[in-house]
């Protein structure tokens, strides 16, 4: 993004959904769940050994040495030399007619992986962005072993908090106090990200890959849910009753469910369920994560320069640090709210919506970094944006 640069039209792209999870964290015995059902028709999967994933008795036929095709319709694919090769190969062949044409992408990435050059090579790839969009990260935590890895691994903490999805797995053979203990670390660190439980879940595809930073069919929503701006209002990076109201607000469905089934499966369990959480709330400071979140928020129009000018020195500044930016802006300049998104020191192409997706027109502009202090970027923030020139 550069000052000179005017904000564009929307323009339709095939949504990719990131699945990305740790080591061992069930990333293809959910991949290979997914792809069975009718709702994911129609899809093309890109994965980095096709020799791993064990999806051999779902194959029916073979396009070429990197590309099969399930008999659930969806297109399988490796990744040859890198991403941007094999989606910009898979597009044109699309376009050919020499594969199905496909209405979405999942890229599963190995489990030791930083997404963050994955998030980036989506974004910067200029043939690629102008033909895909990030629909979403999709992060699978193992509800026995998530809690270690999270304390022992960065990566592990970066893949659950850039997530927008959280799929926990293996709940059917986890503690459920550990279970529980894992949500509410899990909300601290991305309380943006709605949780989802892989065992429990039956909806799953649907669940996972409508993140939609745009989609036109039913852009406003989705730009809300994506956001999820509110979940991070309020203060980002301790504060675990802020967040836990937060949670129990914003998050209906799955915490309610999370509850009602400790309480149903064991009764009793519901009253030592309020000291429980007590504990988790030692639990979630005593990890003390440097990973967090914030949001800054702004009421009145914003110049698009100044904006581009922030967002620059930000990421020069701050770059390192930042994990993911996720904003809708309200620009003096465009009638309509523009959305941004940006991983590090790089930013995707901003989009133009067609409307407000509710009557809340600030702009809010959602961090999720490492060592950075929501307070250094709100200084940053209002003397290049809002201080009067
Ligand atoms: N009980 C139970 N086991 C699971 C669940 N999800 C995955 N597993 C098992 O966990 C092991 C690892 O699962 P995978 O799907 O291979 O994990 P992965 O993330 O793809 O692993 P890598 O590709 O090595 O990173 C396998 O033995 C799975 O059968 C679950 O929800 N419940």
């Given at each position: 993004?550069?000052?000179?640069?005017?904000?564009?039209?929307?323009?339709?792209?095939?949504?990719?959904?990131?699945?990305?999870?740790?080591?061992?964290?069930?990333?293809?015995?959910?991949?290979?769940?997914?792809?069975?059902?009718?709702?994911?028709?129609?899809t093309a999967v890109v994965i980095n050994e096709f020799g791993e994933v064990g999806l051999d008795h779902l194959l029916v036929s073979?396009?070429?040495?990197?590309?099969?095709?399930?008999?659930?319709?969806?297109?399988?694919?490796?990744?040859?030399?890198?991403?941007?090769?094999?989606?910009?190969?898979?597009?044109?062949?699309?376009?050919?007619?020499?594969?199905?044409?496909?209405?979405?992408?999942?890229?599963?990435?190995?489990?030791?992986?930083?997404?963050?050059?994955?998030?980036?090579?989506?974004?910067?790839?200029?043939l690629i962005a102008s033909r895909f969009r990030l629909d979403g990260v999709v992060t699978t935590v193992d509800a026995v072993?998530?809690?270690?890895?999270?304390?022992?691994?960065?990566?592990?903490?970066?893949?659950?908090?850039?997530?927008?999805?959280?799929?926990?797995?293996?709940?059917?053979?986890?503690?459920?106090?550990?279970?529980?203990n894992l949500r509410h670390r899990l909300q601290h660190l991305n309380p943006g990200a709605t949780q989802v439980d892989a065992q429990k879940d039956e909806s799953l595809p649907v669940l996972l890959f409508e993140a939609g930073l745009y989609n036109p069919q039913t852009k406003s929503l989705d730009v809300q849910r994506w956001l999820k701006a509110e979940a991070y209002e309020g203060d980002g990076h301790d504060h675990g009753h802020d967040h836990d109201h937060g949670h129990h607000h914003h998050d209906h469905?799955?915490?309610?469910?999370?509850?009602?089934?400790?309480?149903?499966?064991?009764?009793?369990?519901?009253?030592?369920?309020?000291?429980?959480?007590?504990?988790?709330?030692?639990?979630?400071?005593?990890?003390?994560?440097?990973?967090?979140?914030?949001?800054?928020?702004?009421?009145?129009p914003l110049s698009w320069d100044k904006l581009v000018g922030f967002f620059e020195t930000v990421a020069q500044a701050h770059g390192d640090s930042i994990l993911r930016v996720k904003g809708l802006l309200n620009v003096e300049e465009a009638e309509r709210?523009?959305?941004?998104?940006?991983?590090?020191?790089?930013?995707?192409?901003?989009?133009?919506?067609?409307g407000w997706p509710t009557d809340d027109h600030r702009t809010r502009i959602v961090f999720i970094v490492k060592d950075l202090q929501k307070d250094t970027v709100q200084a940053l923030f209002d003397a290049m944006v809002t201080a009067k020139a």
């Open positions: 993004m550069t000052a000179t640069q005017t904000p564009p039209a929307p323009t339709p792209r095939l949504p990719i959904s990131v699945l990305t999870g740790f080591l061992g964290s069930g990333k293809t015995t959910l991949l290979s769940r997914l792809i069975r059902d009718p709702g994911m028709a129609r073979k396009a070429d040495e990197n590309t099969v095709l399930m008999d659930s319709g969806c297109l399988c694919c490796t990744i040859r030399s890198d991403l941007s090769d094999t989606l910009r190969d898979l597009y044109m062949r699309r376009l050919r007619g020499e594969v199905p044409e496909f209405d979405r992408v999942v890229i599963e990435t190995t489990g030791l992986a930083d997404p963050a050059p994955i998030l980036h090579t989506l974004m910067t790839d200029p072993h998530g809690m270690k890895q999270l304390d022992e691994h960065e990566e592990s903490l970066k893949q659950a908090a850039v997530a927008d999805r959280v799929v926990l797995t293996k709940t059917d053979i986890a503690d459920k106090d550990a279970v529980y469905g799955h915490d309610h469910d999370h509850d009602h089934a400790h309480c149903d499966h064991d009764h009793g369990h519901c009253a030592h369920d309020h000291g429980h959480d007590h504990d988790h709330h030692h639990d979630a400071n005593r990890h003390n994560d440097k990973i967090h979140s914030f949001v800054v928020t702004h009421e009145a709210p523009i959305v941004i998104h940006g991983v590090q020191h790089l930013f995707h192409p901003p989009v133009q919506l067609e």
